[in-house]
């Protein structure tokens, strides 16, 4: 004969953590209509007033009906028997106090349930006034901390997900809690529930008239300037949280693409004066890089310990800040040492790229005026793991884009500005043609770079590459061309017809980026043979050797 109350080693515990107004009692009603499921709404609601002596307008009526020894509740009632293979616990996570057992979370499944403080904070002034402490998200994020050391990370799930497809959303829930979805978890009948605590009659009006998760309004109310401190406060608690939430089809709408290197998910940032992680390197909506690509920046590459070129980028990069009239930038010691922190941090001495930027700064609102940026500078110093990004093994090819390059008479391509959408449409037509880059001509047809590179070719022994009106006087270029010299080879730099890049015997790129890499097809056409020539391989092997030899050492790197 079947038992009338379980084992508590029989009985499965799920805890549900939350803030205040997040939909939490909503999902409670959902499990609450399981047939396996019993429910406990805020089972430590008593030892909280108890503890922290806060007031509520209920508080005398609860703690003389609810036990308020917060451990004797968790072992007696929170892990206590039960009638049901399940029993789900709704906790509010400011309700978790120090003192408090460490059962609570060593046993059973957690998850935890969150919503965006823009939607939770204007209704949440109707019962209490509001602050950082009642809304409790920092208690929400220890809650998470805690049980990640404990080798239990929850499961988190966004509010939202529940009222755009709450089918969906309670789908992956069950599946991720390894419970079987039941349909009865949709709806519930409107009105108050046996399950409430005491407190339903102040804070659930609105939930007993639904019957399910209702869609999000479509507009929502103007928010409280008033509230716009605590609002400031709270986000980035929620924004750590959801990082974290479930990275499944049924919860997001946009993809979560795979890095291209696995090693740059934990990056440290330097954006403006700080070092900030990854998913927090971001510049003000008023930033000028946002309202009109006003900003320089150079690619710098590290080798063995020392960054490569950090002068001449250096110089280029205040040369274009200049040109552009910015001011209020910061020293270039400043800047190199922003540099510096920020590999140093990442352990970053090999093998790494640096995306420098230095925008106008931010704006005191929006607009194309320079006189509206009165913050100065913003610094963005961005270090990736970042081996060549093409296949300088086997050679790249190229076709020629319709977009012509920048002449002077528009805006002169030596300024190396973050306005680069003449390079994105050339390749964008480098893409469609399935090929690595795109060629770009001048205003007069001449060949003057690709979209993201240089471009030398060879004829009979002798290099060629195009002059530099129309296009940047790359470092990587200059260098290459320096060296060149020293292998006593001819360097002619000149106006170039593409027809002499179809019939060169060899061709290549150069950039930071890719470094020197081997063009084998132009327009569909084999450049020379189809493999790497004998002058391009002779020049890799001695811009190999020039990096690995030159650079400004990184401080505090030892070589092993």
């Avoid at 690509?293 to 990069?317: C, M, N, P, Q």
Wanted: charged letters at 25%.
């Amino acid at each position: 004969m079947e038992m009338e109350k379980r084992n508590e080693a029989d009985i499965e515990v799920i805890h549900s953590w939350s803030a205040p107004r997040s939909l939490s009692t909503s999902l409670m009603y959902s499990f609450a209509q399981r047939d396996d499921m019993e429910v406990l709404d805020e089972p430590l609601y008593a030892n909280f007033l108890r503890v922290t002596g806060v007031e509520r307008p209920y508080r005398e009526e609860l703690l003389s009906k609810m036990d308020s020894d917060g451990n004797k509740v968790v072992k007696e009632i929170i892990f206590g028997p039960g009638q049901k293979k399940y029993r789900y616990c709704k906790h509010i996570a400011k309700q978790r106090l120090p003192g408090l057992t460490d059962e609570l979370l060593k046993k059973g499944k957690h998850f935890i349930l969150i919503r965006n403080p823009l939607n939770i904070l204007p209704s949440f002034e109707k019962v209490v006034a509001p602050s950082f402490l009642e809304l409790g998200l920092a208690s929400l994020v220890s809650v998470y901390s805690e049980l990640c050391e404990l080798g239990k990370p929850p499961h988190i799930i966004d509010a939202t997900a529940l009222q755009e497809n709450p089918e969906a959303a309670l789908r992956g829930l069950c599946e991720d809690l390894n419970i079987p979805f039941q349909a009865s978890m949709l709806k519930w009948e409107a009105g108050p529930k046996s399950v409430d605590g005491i407190w339903a009659p102040w804070w659930y009006k609105r939930v007993h008239n639904s019957t399910g998760f209702a869609p999000p309004r479509k507009y929502p109310s103007p928010f409280p300037s008033s509230l716009y401190d605590l609002l400031e406060q709270s986000l980035p608690f929620y924004n750590m949280l959801r990082h974290h939430e479930l990275k499944r089809s049924y919860f997001i709408k946009s993809p979560h693409p795979k890095l291209p290197n696995s090693a740059n998910e934990k990056l440290l940032v330097w954006v403006g004066n700080d070092i900030v992680p990854r998913e927090s390197a971001k510049v003000s909506v008023f930033d000028s890089v946002v309202q009109g690509g006003d900003a320089v920046w150079e690619g710098i590459r590290v080798y063995s310990g020392k960054i490569f070129k950090l002068e001449e980028h250096l110089d280029r990069l205040f040369d274009s800040a200049k040109a552009l009239a910015f001011r209020n930038m910061p020293s270039r010691e400043e800047v190199k040492e922003a540099i510096f922190k920020t590999l140093i941090r990442n352990g970053m001495f090999d093998n790494a790229h640096i995306r420098l930027t230095l925008t106008r700064g931010k704006k005191v609102t929006s607009g194309m005026n320079p006189s509206l940026n009165l913050y100065g500078c913003t610094l963005i110093v961005l270090a990736e793991w970042k081996p060549p990004v093409y296949d300088n093994a086997r050679g790249i090819t190229l076709v020629t884009a319709t977009t012509r390059r920048n002449s002077p008479n528009n805006l002169d391509s030596k300024i190396h500005h973050n306005n680069l959408l003449n390079n994105i449409l050339a390749k964008i037509e480098g893409n469609n043609a399935k090929a690595d880059d795109a060629l770009m001509l001048d205003k007069d047809g001449y060949v003057s770079e690709t979209n993201a590179t240089n471009i030398f070719l060879v004829k009979k022994g002798c290099i060629v590459t195009p002059h530099t009106d129309n296009c940047l006087p790359g470092i990587t270029r200059a260098t290459i061309m320096e060296l060149a010299i020293k292998e006593n080879l001819v360097v002619d730099e000149r106006r170039v017809s593409l027809s002499e890049f179809h019939t060169a015997d060899e061709v290549w790129t150069t950039g930071t980026l890719g470094e020197l890499s081997p063009v084998i097809r132009v327009d569909g056409r084999m450049v020379g043979d189809g493999r790497i020539g004998p002058v391009t391989q002779r020049m890799q092997k001695a811009y190999m050797k020039f990096t690995a030899e030159s650079g400004v050492p990184i401080p505090t790197y030892q070589e092993c």
